[in-house]
């Protein structure tokens, strides 16, 4: 799917839809209807803006009235002070937008999780007063009765929703651009999981950037406008809660994630709204407010993703039952016959030399002096019992955590200290212990994230994701919604994403965990076939039996220790391993 | 034979139902628009607005209703503008294109909902009047507002003269002053005005100025520092009931309160009957607060019929404002002969008139400037006396004698 999308067939039903509510539109007499066509393709933009951050990053954020606040007071204040026409007025708004959005990213993108949602809310609430104390309390546009037009002030309402739809529309396809391109894959990933992501050779902080800019941008030339529809601006009504929150619960009621969620949400949610108060609130002042949360929390209940994924699962769910059973045996072990692979000689090049490697965890030492080098095309086998320190091993190895002492070489170049996705970068792959696949990503999607760090061009990593994907056997099962796969083909996946990026040294992280005797065979038959291909592989496993009959060569860790180091049925006997596995009593029996 | 004749009878009955029913709807029924908070956190404010409104409605169609329109009676509609700008707008959208036989409107309270809602009512050319303060709304060079309220900068000039002159009234010459008050928007503007313009141009002298941001945690250090200034009058400017409220106790904890300093607020939140709960009618004697209506002498029937009717303790300015507003619709709808919007604006802005609706306001009079600014427009002041405030500003309207220490 991806990569052979054009985005100008994409953008056809987006530009559909905005001819369509047009039409719907231009045949409406009241101008009260018509303001609501405004509003709803208003706050569907500004949905739309809070998604390209939050629905497509994961990254929560309360904040973003201030850009639509900011936004909003640029073009008004531009008119009011410097007789600016807002036609310039907004794209001005657009500008504040993106230039408030790295300002703001740059600091706040240093916390994570819960912390991050927390310090966007403090922005608004902070903008607010500046702008109370700057005396902005109420800034009226003034009435422009000659050159209405230039103005933006027209009496045909029409033009208003018409504006307003533009903007939605160039939201809309702004959205779609990011969601089919590596950008919004890349994205994707860092929403599902950060740490994968950066181990996929993903730049995080330069992508999130990106991200709250656009976004930034999105919200202000919307707030630019919304101040053109209203004629007054108060920092209650732009850099309120309510502000962005609307933001919010327009995209997680229509979907997030998607363009046609903070849509959908805007198209049911503000028209419902409106109704409410206008019907009700006259009967039962308050009661619409009532019967406006209950309906979200109903949908909420049903729905907890939204509308539109609610709608496409369901969809999905039919299409893919049928397909089942043909994926099913094209994914079967019919594999192609396995080379011949030649361990490597004694006198092979190093590929990874790791000298003296220790981590302290405050009191914990989880890692101590441990020595070892990896020869080129080597399966190496890391052992040890559970708590061993294997996975702070190859966190020290990738760069997630950052080494006590010692180093780390990786051809014959120290790579201590390198970020994660630097590490990649050069040419070191890795799986995790616990998978995180993006569930509702197609198997060949999921594997493309991993291609973006080798590739040059979108096809080139499209072709490299198709062959690992078939290396790793899962040749027929491209296609498919990568939810709908058994835990050995999503174990299979995240191989074949390690193995998207082209690595030279690709670090395995309990492959194997949970699996039967029968898928094990077909994992390691896999892991056979990279191997080789040349791909130097170390891997860690506490599972004996299927890692004699794997590696090359065996270490054995224990409380952080390298207690053994060598061929894998010697190592095996020693007393020292069985004692650490087994304990003293069966040490004694051997 | 008779299949015709009966269908001739069905259509000349129609034909004459189909003329005299948009006649007799012409002249039977004039509606007017009350557009104000009615959900939100100023729900109560348009709750006192409507029952002034109604209140004025039903002593003018008792009254024989709009008589150059052959006895027409008034007919209120209500639309809620909700808590926010965007709301008021709708809802103001929503007055203009649902009832296009609307000649009038008044309502908005807060001034940004009233700036929202003005910025249809102008282009859909429907008068309305409006008590909110702010100069912003009759700065913009429309011509369907009417302010009736005394603009927010003309309140902070004459508040502080009209409140020296209550004093002389009491026999006490005021030569020091003290300002407390709180960080936010109105109270700023406001006691710069004071700082600026009216007390030195008063001569007095000011020997406290302290600023809080609300809400405040305790406000004894505050009272200390006033009580060691003594200043002979204390501007208290907060905007928190709840700051309202540990202010006063603590004025009076320290033996300042009851009248023994006098107290000028400003706002009608210090005046509204909530207080007499939270705070108390012992703790608010002698407080007093300026603002831009209030009821006055003469309108004492109308002020009993009010609580009567709606069992509220007195009539505020709210109540009072959208009652008076409803008989300046009376009086331009009797002046244009027909319901029509821009023939009812004409009326309203060419009034001049010292009787009927014109007591309904401070100052007496109606008569608007270019702007739609009501001209000699004015402060009340009130004072809490026996659990309630009453007018001791200006004096030729005044209830009561102010209550105010002699020393």
Redesign the interface.
Known sequence: MFGRRSLLRESLPIVGFAAVYMAVASMVE????L??FT?VAVWATMGLAWNILSGYSGLVSFGHASFFGLGAYTSALALKLFGITPWIGIPMGTVVGAVAGLMIGVPTFRLRGHYFALAMLAYPLALLYVF?WLGY??V?V??M?ENAAYYMQF?DHRIYVGIAVALMTAAMILSRKIEISRFGLSLLAIKQNEAAADAAGIDIMRNKLIAIVLSGAVAGTIGGFYSM????V?P??VF?M?TSAQALIMALFGGVGTMWGPVIGAMVLIPLS?TL??EL??VI??I??VVFGLAIILVIILAPEGIYWKIRDKLRAGRDDDRRPVDASSAAPAEPSEPARIKPGPDAPIVLSVRNLSKNFGGLKAVQDVSFDVPEGAIFGIIGPNGAGKTTLFNLLNGFVTTSSGSVSYKGGDITGLKPNAVCRLGVGRTFQVVRPFLRMSVLDNVIVGAFVSAATDDQARENALAAIELVGLGGAAERIAGSLTNKELRLMELARALAGQPKLLLLDETLAGLGSSEVEDLLAAIRRIASRGVTIVIIEHTMQAMVRLADTFLVLDHGQVIGLGDPKTITREPRVIEAYLGKKWANRA | MSTTRRTLMMTALGAAGLLAVPAYAQTSEVKVGLIAPMSGPWARQGELMIKGANLAIEHINAQGGIKSMGGAKLKLLTFDTGDSAEKAKNAAQRMVSQEPDLVAATGAWLSSFTLAVTEVTERAELPMTTLSYSDQITARGFKYIFQTSATADTQANTALPAILSVGERAGKKTTTIGIVQDNTASSVSFAKALRETSIPAAGLKLVVDETFTPPLSDATPLVQKVRSAKPELLMLLPTAVSDDKLMVEKLSEFGLGQGKLPVVANGAHFAVPEILKSVGPELMEGVMVTVGNWAVKGQESIIDDFKKKTGEPWMTQDSLSSYGDMWIFKEGLEKAGKADRKAVADAIRAMDTTEGAAKFFPGGRIKWDDKGRRVGATVVIVQWQKGAPVAVYPPETATHQPIWPKN
């Open positions: 009241s101008e009260y209807h303001l609501t509003l109370e309390q109420e009226a003034p009435l009765r009496t529809v209203l004629l007054v108060t209650p009504s309120g309510l409106e108060h206008a609130g006259n002042p308050g619409q407010g």
